[in-house]
């Protein structure tokens, strides 16, 4: 079992940015897809963006263009930078990698 904890999440004004970094524990992390996953109140939880063991991308089409997943496997974290943030984008962010996911971190874009 993998330990995942996430952190960046806050409290930021529509067109702002926002970094969320997903640390893991133990030495799959390297192995493994790694996804962004939230969770807006009263919507279900769907899937942002993810990331391959080699690197290939992809993005939910309400984030194209907005929105990058990366990855540095040496320190076993992951990212989401978050450009041009919406108030859509209000939500609960969690990480996931094989069948582990994080405890989530909390979005708000508002002015």
């Known amino acids: 079992q993998v330990q995942l904890v996430e952190s960046g999440g806050g409290l930021v004004q529509p067109g702002g940015s926002l970094r969320l970094s997903c640390a893991a524990s133990?030495?799959?992390?390297?192995?493994?897809?790694m996804a962004w996953y939230r969770q807006a109140p009263g919507k279900q939880r769907e899937l942002v963006a993810v990331?391959?063991?080699?690197?290939?991308?992809h993005y939910a089409n309400s984030v194209k263009g907005r929105f990058t997943i990366s990855r540095d496997n040496a320190k076993n974290t992951g990212y989401l930078q978050m450009n041009s943030l919406k108030p859509e984008d209000t939500a609960v962010y969690y990480c996931?990698?094989?069948?582990?996911w994080g405890q989530g971190t909390q979005v708000t874009v508002s002015s």
């Open positions: 133990g030495s799959i992390f390297s192995a493994y897809t």
């Open positions: 990331i391959s063991s080699g690197g290939s991308t």
């Open positions: 996931n990698l094989a069948s582990d």
